[in-house]
């Protein structure tokens, strides 16, 4: 009895073909094929309002603001802290921005009653008090912000403290050179006053000898009468 072959070259083959021509292409193997992107996208300018400040710090650092209702700490964001100064006024403000959200958390000038402490039992944080315009209002805050190093809070605290010093001294200035205009204008309210006096005491004069004369003339015809 004819028993089958138990090899069948042909048959073998014809699998083999068939099975490299409907596997599919290796994950490195280079098709040869192109697709075109569906929507073509054009580069935007984004503006962040800053372009016309100069950065003085940027760190990274985690804010917190105390929540007066429930008298704790509540956390801002996580993201960065910078003194930017303005290229034209000179004025300087502080600005708090998270990583992945580009959100504003705290948004207000330095001015020279900024003052910024240690957080007490914490030398890698510092508290100030601020009116802020974060959420588009104007709010006192009290914000507490976290650095990573020791050497990050110094150089944020001194930074800030150099800023409201310098901003001391501009309105110090600025009062000086007010006061000065004041007094130059009140020398010369003074002397406009003092020329109206003058003029107005001559024109008295006048109108006194002009009444002498007018009742002289009167007088002379009755006399002569």
């Not at 901003?167 to 309210?189: F, G, I, N, R, Y």
Request: glycine fraction near 4%; aromatic fraction near 4%.
């Amino acid at each position: 009895m004819a028993t089958p072959s138990a090899f069948d070259p042909e048959h073998t083959k014809k699998e083999r073909e068939d099975e490299e021509e409907n596997s599919p292409a290796a994950d490195d193997e280079d098709t040869g094929a192109q697709v075109a992107p569906i929507v073509k996208l054009e580069e935007v300018a984004v503006t962040t309002g800053e372009e016309d400040e100069d950065a003085i710090i940027d760190l990274k650092s985690k804010l917190y603001r105390f929540d007066k209702d429930s008298n704790q700490w509540k956390e801002r964001g996580t993201g960065t802290v910078k003194l930017l100064k303005h290229k034209d006024t000179g004025k300087v403000r502080l600005v708090f921005r998270q990583s992945r959200t580009l959100k504003i958390c705290a948004n207000h000038l330095v001015i020279a009653g900024t003052k910024v402490q240690e957080h007490p039992g914490n030398d890698k944080s510092c508290i100030w008090h601020a009116t802020d315009f974060a959420d588009e209002e104007l709010k006192d805050e009290l914000f507490c912000i976290r650095f990573a190093s020791v050497e990050n809070c110094k150089t944020f605290m001194e930074n800030v403290q150099e800023v409201a010093e310098s901003q001391s001294k501009e309105e110090s200035k600025d009062a000086s050179e007010t006061a000065k205009l004041l007094d130059k204008l009140s020398v010369e309210e003074d002397k406009t006053e003092g020329s109206a006096k003058e003029a107005s005491g001559d024109a008295s004069v006048n109108d006194k000898k002009e009444k002498a004369e007018t009742e002289k003339k009167v007088a002379e015809p009755a006399s002569s009468a």
